[in-house]
């Protein structure tokens, strides 16, 4: 233990700073880079077992993970649990949970420290994962796990000030203290569209505040969340702290999260998903002593607003990168363009430019700047919103398939009502609708129109605009003169309003405090 202290009050001697994104066009990193793909290559195909209590469980029924660019090359084959294993896996949980929760906050950080070394060592090979099994541009995996490492950096530093002396109002003849204790075990369900970044950050919050946990990876992307699981082995985490889970969403997800003996669910993923999880875990089953806690993180129709006195090239430039970056895949992603009318044709028409520049294929090149949408299903429904786009609006640019694998061309719709389905439901895709708005006003009552809340930017040199949105564009994450993906860990808590979630604020200083629960202590003097 004098040695964990050590090294932490080393680590502490510098403040939290984000990791750097890789710069590719260094030759020493695009070939790391390459030889992490070719590395990655090779391991492709092998079978993974799920991890209960640190034994490596291989089940009679598997499912394969698919490379979406190549629907023929298999990434891997895992295990498709069944329901008594994900009941035994909470019961491991439970059970290592009576130890774990003993360990000092200080020993509990410093495996976060350790696997964030290790993952930056790895980072180019965590990178290479993604782009096969996800479809990720070099750029987009790169800020992935840029923001896992984030993640555990800035979770482990919050666990040792929440673990530090919390401010009470001294009492005569008292002593008083508020202390966080975890709650017990958690069911991380993470999404696959952050397969690195936000599996890491739901896990590691959970076990760095002394919970244990099983986690069930999406099905498009148990490979990644795998090889966490051999980092947190070689950081020497305690077998059973994090347990693998891998199989359906509806069997073992459902199962998880109706085990009475689950303590909370901290799930990331759609809409309908997370409401479901909503009103299962409301229910409290025999046996079952407390009230489930829910960290809903849910989906987004995030809006981007130009006015007349934007700089329209910047607004453009932002309007791209937010609706197609990663496919349009981001719970951020800026699929609507609202803008004024007395500018609209003119902002248009450079997105309409730009878009016709990006770059789409072979993400195991450093220079493609879009793969393809995760599998069939997405494929499938993204396809069926474009027809129906081809209805609500004019198709500027794009709407068609590329094969073999699940490419989608980048999509443009002008003249779309607010109203519109393209313009209010999560279509996850790289599909853009073009909105006119009459003028400021206008705009910001669209921006709002959607039962979405999570993010949205304003581009507009008016600085009393500006304040203005900063009340009334009700999103959790707002941003002024600038794209309105990519959060950094620390400087934008993430997270959303209403049908977004429950604005966990993942990435900021009151995230934690959900994984825990306040005790207060008094003693008399
Ligand atoms: N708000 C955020 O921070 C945020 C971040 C990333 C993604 N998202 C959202 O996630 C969605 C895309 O991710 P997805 O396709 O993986 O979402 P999804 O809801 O289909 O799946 C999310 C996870 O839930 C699991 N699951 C499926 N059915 C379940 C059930 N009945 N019980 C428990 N778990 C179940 C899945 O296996 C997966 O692990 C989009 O809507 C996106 O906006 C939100
Ligand atoms: N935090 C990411 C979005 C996560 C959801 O997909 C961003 O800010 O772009």
Known sequence: MAKVLEDIKGRLQTPFTNAPFTDFSKEENKHA?????????????????????????????????????????VIGHFTSATVEQANEAVKVAAETFENWKHVPAEERASYLFAAADLMRQRRFYFNAWMIFEVGKS????????????????????????????????????????????????????????????????????????GNTVVLKPASTSPAIAYQFMRLLEEVGLPAGVVNFLTGSGSVVGDTLVDNPRVRYISFTGSRDVGLRIYERASKTPKGQRWLKRTILEMGGKDGIVVDETADLDAAATAIVASAFGFQGQKCSAGSRAIVVEQVYDKVLEKVVEKTKTLTM???TQPTTYMGPVVDENAMKKILEYIELGKQEGRLVTGGKHQGPGYFIEP????????????????????????????????????????EYGLTGSLFSNDEQRLERAGEEFHVGNLYFNRKCTGAMVGGHPFGGFNMSGTDSKAGGPDYLLLFTQAKSISKKK
Do not use: C, H
């Open 361 to 363: 294929g072979d993400v």
């Open 138 to 209: 070099w750029v987009e995996a790169d800020g992935d796990t840029a923001e896992a490492i984030d993640f555990l950096e800035y979770y482990a530093r919050e666990m040792l000030r929440l673990a530090g002396d919390q401010p009470v109002t001294p009492l005569p003849g008292e002593e008083n203290k508020l202390v966080y204790i975890p709650l017990g075990v958690g069911a991380v369900i993470p999404p696959w569209n952050f397969p690195n970044a936000i599996m890491v950050g739901m896990t590691s919050a959970s076990f760095v505040a």
């Open 33 to 73: 880079q390459e030889e992490a793909i070719a590395q990655v290559r090779s391991e492709l195909g092998q079978t993974y077992p799920l991890i209960i209590g640190g034994k490596k469980i291989t089940g009679e029924k598997t499912f394969a993970s698919v490379n979406p660019s190549q629907p023929n090359q």
């Open 411 to 450: 999509t443009i719709f002008a003249d779309v009502a607010p109203e519109a389905r393209i313009s209010l439901e999560e279509i996850f895709g790289p599909v853009l609708a073009f909105i006119k708005a009459k003028d400021f006003d206008d705009a910001l009552d669209i921006a709002n129109n959607t």
